[in-house]
């Protein structure tokens, strides 16, 4: 089964509903990307489909969804940096180049207007999203310091209680630069029908580790491969069984939810090393 953890807790922050948050691994890249490419064809159904993307290492995994027909897509980013399309710090060049810019089918692409200052930029955002009626799918990265879109730890964007009914909003003083960047709120991700992350790679481990508490995976799952070696790049059911951190630490990949108080998490093997028991030696 693709599902390594199905748990219901009860939320601690603006969702006072019980949550589902699901974690699948795999053992590559492309199986990570293959996964994604799936959950995304089977939330997106027929007729208009609203997404949110994210930048950074998330849009080359997204390759296996070209051949989709995108013409009743509408896309927005999760965050944008105050920089030229162009410019290879752009998330909308990012998701262009690995996704729909040569797509046979294309989407309804909303860039961000780069030429307007920060505050008008995210003005303009907040009411094209307004127009299409929220999001029904928010695809987020997660750094390893715990932010998604321009959602920071630490930060008033993220900290304060109330958007004020903003569904994006700016900063000027990003902890990772570019420093001024556009974003979209938590209230416009507590909003969306499906939340789901996506995050590879070792550096992702100690984040992790303060996400979910230690399982007995690696065993069963050595043990799984010595009797189906073939398949190694597959998660397995019996991998990871692991309870979230409750209380949960005060990072924005551990609080956006989406309006069911849901979410899934895409990962590889290497970004949950450290939650992983040990096989038996």
Not at 13 to 19: K, L, Q, T, W
Not at 100 to 119: S, Y
Not at 205 to 231: C, I, T, V
Not at 244 to 261: E, F, K, M, Y
Request: proline share 6%; hydrophobic share 40%; aromatic share 6%.
């Amino acid at each position: 089964g693709l599902f390594a953890i199905a748990r219901r807790l009860r939320a601690t922050d603006c969702c006072a509903m019980s949550e589902t948050v699901s974690l699948r691994h795999f053992g590559s890249l492309d199986s990570v990307g293959a996964a994604v490419a799936a959950y995304v064809r089977s939330v997106s159904g027929e007729g208009r489909f609203v997404v949110a993307l994210s930048g950074g290492s998330l849009p080359k995994l997204l390759r296996g969804l070209r051949d989709v027909d995108m013409s009743e897509w509408e896309i927005f980013f999760a965050d944008e940096r105050l920089v030229p399309l162009e410019s290879e710090e752009s998330n909308y060049k990012a998701c262009a180049d690995a996704l729909f810019g040569d797509a046979p089918r294309p989407p309804k692409v909303h860039a961000l207007d780069v030429t307007l200052d920060a505050g008008e930029a995210a003005r303009k955002y907040d009411d094209e999203l307004r127009a299409c009626g929220g999001l029904d799918l928010a695809l987020l990265g997660a750094g390893p310091d715990g932010h998604t879109a321009s959602l920071f730890p630490g930060h008033p964007l993220f900290l304060r209680g109330d958007d004020g009914g903003r569904l994006v909003d700016f900063l000027v003083d990003s902890p990772k630069p570019p420093n001024t960047r556009v974003t979209l709120t938590k209230t416009a991700l507590h909003q969306a029908k499906h939340v789901a992350y996506v995050a590879t790679g070792a550096s992702k481990a100690p984040l992790f580790a303060q996400l979910f508490l230690r399982g007995e995976g690696r065993k069963k799952r050595e043990q799984n491969r010595h009797s189906r070696p073939e398949d190694d790049d597959d998660d397995d059911e019996n991998d990871a069984f692991v309870e979230i951190s409750d209380p949960r630490p005060p990072l924005p990949v551990a609080h956006v939810r989406a309006a069911d108080g849901s979410a899934t998490f895409f990962v590889d093997d290497a970004a949950i090393a450290d939650i992983i028991a040990p096989a038996d030696t």
